[in-house]
């Protein structure tokens, strides 16, 4: 019992090995007694108790246990206890055959203190893990919860100290739930005015098994909120059992709302608040936490809590690093709160939204992840997103996206993209902030979520604002965008894609899109079973198809099919984006291909009379690309019943783009007869005529004029023609307009002028001048059907007059030296023609005409021209001396 500088003496003295072996001398009770004495004043050194287990002491003192030993029982448990204590010997302790077992016969056996320090000896042995299973297995747990009712305080005392320390153990909280223990638990806790102790250790043991469902509906049957809640409020409690029953409150309400809606009920939220401002540090966390539960998915308690003032102002005092468990759950409580919007105005103080500003810049992940949820939470309402802009919040939320957490990264995304799509001017101070670069980076580098709310917020963000998708554009969003187009979330998807529709909407956008590779992920979007993912892919897929790169590879990656099979849904915007890519892919010749071959015509042709707003202009559209490819598409989509629609779309004035694509369509289709006979019938020739005298667009008139052109081709329609009066339709084109539709109008002028019933009609009509005009084209083409128009016409007499008095004679003449062998035959012709009028000569003599017609005659290289010309001065000579006169002195007649 002396220093423990004796005690070290002794045993490297080598004392203690006699000293074990004395223990067991039951024929010497006196000797046994010195030597267990002696060795128990030892066991108190750490270092020699380890010594003494290394010695065997243990085999000694389990027979001493087995057999008895009376008069020296606590010394014995004492000695073990001491030996058990040391956290080396634990296991030691705890594996030695027959100790537990033994151990577990002296608490039912022996008198009352050595019953208490064996029960201790058991709670020892718990502090080390590896030991909780053994002793669970070894039956220690029944015996136990037994006693927590026993008579005597100290054995009460004991026992709950031991099931709190089992009960650190998940698989010992089941067994002590089963084993009946938790009434008695809930019992012991109630008894305020028993031993400190022991209430407070069945407070601890009732937190750990809370931990587990089962126990938590059993404590809650047994009236353990209750308890806890009594337990908090109550005068007799201690700090510890403050900071167990407010754990007890946490870990029962971390899920089911029933417990929540109890701890409310019973008065917990005022006595867990009293807690936090006046606990300790331990029960304070524990208390905020309960508080954080009960806020999760109940309203009721949101709202208690939430619009109190008095709550707010006890909670907030904890906004502040200096406590950051205290603060972690602080933040937790008003994260959870500010789902409600009668919950915001309590956090929306200019003081609190400065906190949780600066908590953004704090380095504890946890209170800026929380931080950025609460952000993210105010952006839902109006004022919230206000007076976060207010509190400067957003040059700290867009440096969160860079440097926070994933979460952190996710929750500053989530608020800067409801604030984004709140207001164009919130979207302005977004972008003044730089945040379009740290979105860019969460496409690739944030969680999955994270890559949602960035694609959702660059969306809202090009919302009105043009120059914002150059920056997107500049900050290479187009590559991580494309990526995220095989995200596994569909809404990273669907965003995603809207943002490329956005963006590509000019030449840059669509390069990058395409270069990036970005059309077999748009194409992939067609056939997803979202709707909106098959809107912006198909949004994005038909700006990046006007690229004739880009027509190909459409085709290629199999986009043909699912545009067909989108194309025929009754949904307006789905059905504009696919039917404008085919339109843009049918440009180019695999596309055509690829659409006829998936089933094109068939499909499309009923969106002519069926497809929403401009559907029905651009399946015209693509009908007209078909129908150029090859004369089997046309009688395709004749027989298909196209004929009637189209005719139909292009009656339609106040529709100019869908008057161009059917108008084409019906060209392309005139080509082939049966077209013709089709439209015959259908009126369709007075339709023509009518959109060629008010047609919205050039395009549609060429197109009229060409399809005149090709029904004037044929002699058996050239009579209907005219009865629907094509030819002052014509003429008003060839007279007022350039380029291909005065060619087209002209060509079937020329082709009605075969038919000598119209020679009359034409003049009368008011053709000549306007033909007369055509004389001086630049295009010799044009010069040669025009003289040859006019030389036809002249062979009405009656029409050989005006044509001299409208200035005829004057570009003929011309045309008479053209270096073209066609158009001087012509404008000779048509001379040789005017000159049978006797009126008409002295004009063309006055006019110059003899020298070039003898010019022709003696030079040039056409038979036809120097007949033409030969004829010419022929009818200018016959009865007419001034004119015989003039051949002569212009060397017309060759000097004998």
Not at 490 to 505: D, G, K, Q
Not at 555 to 563: K, Q
Request: proline share 5%.
């Amino acid at each position: 019992r002396g220093a423990r500088r004796v005690r070290v003496l002794i045993a490297d003295a080598g004392g203690l090995p006699p000293l074990i072996r004395l223990t067991t001398a039951f024929e010497k009770p006196d000797v046994q007694r010195h030597s267990l004495s002696a060795l128990r004043s030892m066991s108190e050194d750490e270092a020699l108790a380890r010594l003494l287990i290394t010695e065997g002491i243990l085999t000694s003192l389990i027979v001493i246990l087995q057999e008895g030993l009376p008069p020296l029982e606590e010394h014995v448990a004492i000695f073990l206890l001491n030996l058990a204590n040391v956290q080396a010997n634990k296991t030691d302790v705890g594996t030695a055959n027959d100790c537990v077992a033994s151990v577990l016969h002296c608490i039912a056996n022996w008198k009352l203190p050595a019953r208490v320090k064996m029960i201790e000896v058991l709670t020892s042995l718990a502090g080390k893990d590896t030991n909780q299973e053994i002793l669970r297995d070894l039956g220690v747990l029944p015996p136990l919860i037994g006693l927590l009712l026993d008579d005597h305080e100290s054995i009460r005392v004991a026992s709950s100290a031991a099931i709190y320390a089992l009960t650190e153990d998940a698989g010992n909280q089941l067994v002590v739930g089963h084993g009946g223990a938790i009434p008695r638990l809930v019992k012991l806790a109630t008894q305020l005015k028993d031993s400190s102790a022991a209430f407070t250790s069945a407070c601890g043991a009732l937190m750990n098994c809370a931990l587990t469902a089962e126990n938590r509906s059993i404590i809650a049957q047994a009236g353990g909120l209750k308890a806890m809640v009594k337990m908090l409020g109550s005068k007799h409690a201690t700090r510890q059992s403050r900071v167990f029953a407010a754990g007890c409150i946490l870990n029962m309400t971390v899920e089911e709302t029933v417990y929540k809606s109890a701890v409310a009920d019973l008065g917990g939220i005022p006595i867990l608040l009293t807690i936090v401002s006046e606990g300790s540090a331990l029960a304070r966390h524990n208390a905020l936490g309960a508080l954080r539960n009960l806020t999760l998915d109940h309203d009721r308690n949101k709202v208690a809590i939430g619009t109190s003032a008095e709550a707010m102002l006890q909670l907030s005092q904890w906004m502040s690093t200096v406590d950051p468990i205290s603060c972690e759950r602080t933040l937790g409580i008003f994260y959870s709160n500010t789902v409600r919007q009668d919950c915001l105005q309590q956090v929306l103080r200019p003081n609190r939204m400065a906190t949780l500003v600066q908590l953004l810049d704090e380095n504890f992940p946890a209170l800026q992840e929380l931080a950025a949820g609460i952000f993210s939470n105010l952006a839902a309402d109006p004022k919230g997103r206000n007076e976060t802009v207010k509190a400067e919040a957003i040059p700290r939320l867009v440096a969160t996206c860079v440097t926070g957490t994933d979460l952190g990264r996710e929750r500053a995304a989530a608020c800067l993209r409801s604030l984004a799509a709140a207001s164009t001017q919130h979207s302005q101070v977004i972008v003044h902030a730089k945040a379009i670069q740290p979105l860019v980076g969460l496409l690739s580098e944030g969680t999955i979520n994270a890559q949602t709310h960035a694609a959702a917020t660059l969306l809202n963000l090009t919302h009105g604002h043009d120059k914002h998708n150059d920056i997107i554009l500049k900050a290479g969003g187009v590559p991580p965008l494309v990526a995220l187009l095989e995200s596994p979330e569909m809404a990273s998807r669907e965003f995603a894609a809207a943002v490329l529709w956005r963006i590509s909407t000019g030449h840059k956008g669509q390069n990058l899109v395409l270069d990036a590779g970005g059309i077999p992920g748009l194409v992939a979007l067609l056939q997803a079973e979202s709707q909106a993912a098959q809107v912006n892919g198909s949004g994005a897929l038909a700006n990046v198809s006007r690229l004739p790169k880009s027509k190909d590879v459409v085709v290629e990656v199999g986009g043909v099919p699912p545009l067909l099979s989108l194309v025929v849904l009754d949904l307006p915007e789905l059905q504009h984006n696919t039917i404008t890519t085919l339109l843009n892919v049918s440009l180019c010749h695999a596309g055509r291909v690829a659409i006829e071959e998936a089933g094109g015509i068939p499909a499309l042709v009923p969106l002519l009379a069926t497809g929403q707003n401009d559907t029905p202009g651009l399946a015209a559209g693509v009908l007209h690309g078909l129908a150029n490819e090859s004369n089997e598409n046309k009688e395709a989509i004749v027989d298909d019943g196209a004929i009637p629609i189209l005719l139909t779309l292009m009656d339609a004035m106040d529709h100019p783009m869908q008057q161009d694509y059917s108008s084409a369509a019906l060209r392309s289709l005139c080509s082939v007869e049966s077209a013709l006979e089709v439209l015959i019938p259908l009126q369709g020739v007075e339709a023509i005529i009518r959109l060629l005298s008010e047609g919205r667009t050039p395009g549609s008139i060429c197109n009229a004029a060409a399809m005149l052109w090709k029904f004037s081709e044929r002699p058996e329609y050239r009579g209907v023609l005219v009865e629907e009066g094509a030819i002052e339709a014509l003429l008003r084109v060839v007279g007022g307009s350039v380029g291909e539709a005065q060619d087209n109008a002209f060509e079937a002028l020329c082709n009605l002028a075969l038919e000598q019933q119209n020679h009359t009609l034409i003049p009368k009509a008011g053709g000549i001048v306007p033909c007369l005009r055509l004389l001086s084209s630049n295009n010799v083409l044009t010069q040669q059907k025009a003289a040859a128009l006019i030389w036809t016409l002249a062979t009405a007499a009656s029409n050989r007059g005006p044509i001299v008095e409208s200035g005829g004679l004057e570009p003929l003449i011309a045309l008479c030296e053209s270096p073209n062998p066609d158009v001087q035959a012509s404008a000779a012709g048509a001379l040789m023609t005017l000159a049978l009028k006797k009126e008409n000569k002295p004009a063309l003599v006055q006019a110059n005409a003899v020298m070039p017609l003898i010019e022709l005659v003696s030079d040039c290289e056409s038979d036809v021209a120097r007949a033409n010309a030969a004829g010419a001065l022929m009818n200018l000579a016959l009865k007419f001396p001034k004119g015989v006169m003039t051949i002569t002195a212009g060397g017309g007649v060759p000097p004998p």
